[in-house]
């Protein structure tokens, strides 16, 4: 009759549940995955449905540096910080400033399709729709945008993403 081995026992059957065994008392959780997931969780929720300006903009570390060029020049204009811009630049968006859009709106998309954490880091993929300009009004389709976050003391310190300057 052969040994059966304890441990692999419990190891075949963690790998089969899902579960995790942990037979070492001095496991820890590494302090910095912590951090990402916890940004990771900030970025997601600054993208939640039904989200205020004003709760975005207590997410938004005092010392905000924006590296979006709209964003960017908009504060300039203005003679403010970032921080100071960044509600004054929600409320713009949100009032739909430019051209007026007629005929069928495109389905809304997704704000945070995809996130990736990586050290003070955290990428977001967006899904947008479009209208195709080659077809009838209506016609959409589905396309990507991104944006990124750097966390500085659990709020976001900076935003990239790649939006550009419209014409007037």
């Not at 997410?59 to 910080?81: L, R, S, V």
């Not at 704000?111 to 009838?136: C, H, I, S, T, W």
């Amino acid at each position: 009759m052969k040994t059966i081995n304890i441990i692999g026992i419990l190891l075949f059957t963690s790998l089969l549940t899902g579960c995790v065994v942990v037979t070492d008392s001095s496991f820890s959780v590494d302090p910095n995955q912590e951090m990402e997931e916890a940004n990771k969780a900030t970025a997601l929720a600054f993208y939640r449905p039904g989200i205020t300006i004003e709760e975005r903009d207590a997410m938004i570390h005092p010392g905000y540096i924006q590296h979006n060029p709209a964003a960017h020049k908009f504060a300039i204009e203005q003679g403010i910080t970032a921080k100071q811009a960044f509600p004054l630049w929600m409320q713009r968006i949100a009032g739909g400033e430019g051209p007026a859009n007629e005929g069928p709106r495109p389905p809304a998309g997704k704000q945070a399709y995809m996130a990736v954490a990586e050290g003070d880091k955290v990428f977001l993929m967006n899904q947008r729709f479009a209208q195709d300009p080659n077809e009838p009004p209506g016609t959409f389709y589905e396309y990507f945008s991104w944006g990124m976050f750097g966390f500085k003391d659990g709020l976001i310190y900076e935003h990239w993403d790649g939006n550009t300057i419209q014409p007037e």
